[in-house]
């Protein structure tokens, strides 16, 4: 009797990432088995914070900024894969990486200050959360707020179930959040030209410089950056340095998948504004203002897919920034607290804003403030780490371009960052 061949992966379930390295696997199904670790820091591209910067810049300047979209996520993909590709080479995520090149006191530094800008990042998020249900349900924001805390624990749940659950169920949220802004983008039925027309740089006075200099400054997110390199550390087993850089090329992909899917997702934004809000001489800076005016102007399934992008959006980033909290602690420090402990603590400071009556636009401005402040610590240890050698090994140090690329970079956020705070304290 012949014996009978046993295929080494189901044709109809995702293959394992070994049976794609020994070359058993063909097609596009090689991409499956590396997707996820991309979408989950691609959620900090599309939280509330870049919704607000977005419509803004799309009611005042119309496409004008679209090109800035463009220019801010061919960056975050060279920022988002040398975090990858540190967590690859080395085995480590960047906080770990840092400890062991730098003295104890430096890492409990940057820990302190990883905290406090992964608590700022999560304000925008939980606000925001909190703000897409009292938009879409009428609900009173402090009963919102405690309905967003239980949203968020039961995604966190997801992660006790394993890093792919939780990756497939933010994934699956990303897909959400596409799906709202496809049906809004629709119904406001851009001009075509005019958006091909924002393809192309250029500014229209002071102002508009000013507010690209926003979204450039925002384009690095710290709390990402950590966490995308813990999530690529173990997610693949590769021995020798030629399977290392195999593995990176496969998650170069996933990377440029998630940023084109957060980009899209920001541009459409930025396009909605400038149909519905530009075109009838509106400004409009307000998220709660954007909504009621999308009701007005484009009817109810136009305002209902905003709230329920904000929302989704809001939930799915504050769950990867307590992630990322736990990655900075056991990272820097070699400590651990309870996922939901860690929830609860970084609910404290959104909660005291609602329940008290702050006025959150001002609170989301300091956040971002605080946000600004930690951008250099992340992003210049990476890059080093990353044009090291000695850490990096021979096939996945940077090359020259990407480290002069990588360090080019860095300047210009940091620079940038340093004039918003400069305009925050100063100019306002």
Request: proline share 4%; charged share 10%.
């Amino acid at each position: 009797m012949a014996q009978m061949k046993i295929p080494l992966f189901h044709p109809y379930k995702r293959p394992s990432a070994e049976a794609v390295l020994n070359g058993n696997v063909k097609g596009f199904k090689r991409i499956l088995p590396f997707l996820g670790p991309a979408f989950i820091a691609a959620v900090a591209y599309i939280d509330p914070g870049n919704f607000a910067t977005n419509i803004t810049a799309g009611s005042e300047y119309g496409y004008l900024l679209l090109w800035v979209i463009i220019i801010s996520n061919l960056m975050a993909v060279l920022i988002q894969s040398l975090s990858a590709k540190l967590g690859i080479a080395t085995g480590k995520n960047l906080p770990e990486v840092a400890r062991e090149n730098f003295s104890k006191k430096t890492s409990i530094m940057l820990w302190i200050q990883a905290e406090l800008v992964i608590m700022a990042t999560d304000l925008a998020e939980f606000i925001g959360a909190a703000l897409g249900l009292y938009l879409l349900f009428n609900i009173p924001m402090i009963p919102a707020a405690i309905i967003t805390a239980i949203g968020s624990f039961a995604i966190l749940e997801l992660q006790r179930r394993g890093v792919r659950a939780f990756e497939a169920g933010v994934s699956a949220m990303v897909v959400m959040v596409v799906l709202a802004f496809a049906v809004q983008l629709f119904i406001a039925d851009p001009n075509v030209g005019d958006v091909v027309g924002g393809l192309f740089p250029a500014f229209d006075g002071v102002n508009s410089l000013l507010l690209a200099t926003g979204i450039l400054g925002a384009t690095v997110m710290p709390h990402a950056i950590y966490l995308h390199s813990s999530l690529t550390q173990h997610r693949v087993k590769a021995e020798t340095p030629e399977l290392k850089k195999r593995v990176f090329r496969f998650e170069l992909i996933d990377i440029i998948f998630a940023m084109i899917v957060a980009g899209a997702i920001n541009m459409a934004m930025l396009i909605i504004a400038a149909a519905t809000f530009h075109t009838r001489g509106l400004h409009i800076e307000d998220l709660d203002v954007a909504y009621n005016s999308f009701h007005e102007l484009l009817g109810p399934t136009a305002a209902i897919s905003f709230g329920l992008g904000l929302l989704i959006a809001g939930l799915a980033s504050s769950s990867v920034g307590t992630l990322a909290g736990d990655v900075v602690m056991q990272g820097f420090i070699q400590k651990s607290i309870r996922l939901y402990v860690r929830r609860t603590i970084t609910m404290i400071p959104p909660l005291a804003i609602i329940i008290f009556g702050i006025n959150a636009t001002k609170a989301l401005v300091w956040s971002q403030v605080i946000l600004s402040f930690g951008i250099a610590f992340a992003l210049i240890p990476l890059v080093m780490f990353t044009s090291n050698k000695r850490i990096m090994g021979p096939t996945l140090v940077n090359h020259k371009l990407t480290t002069i690329l990588g360090w080019a970079i860095s300047a210009l956020v940091v620079c940038l960052n340093l004039y918003l705070i400069y305009q925050t304290f100063f100019e306002n």
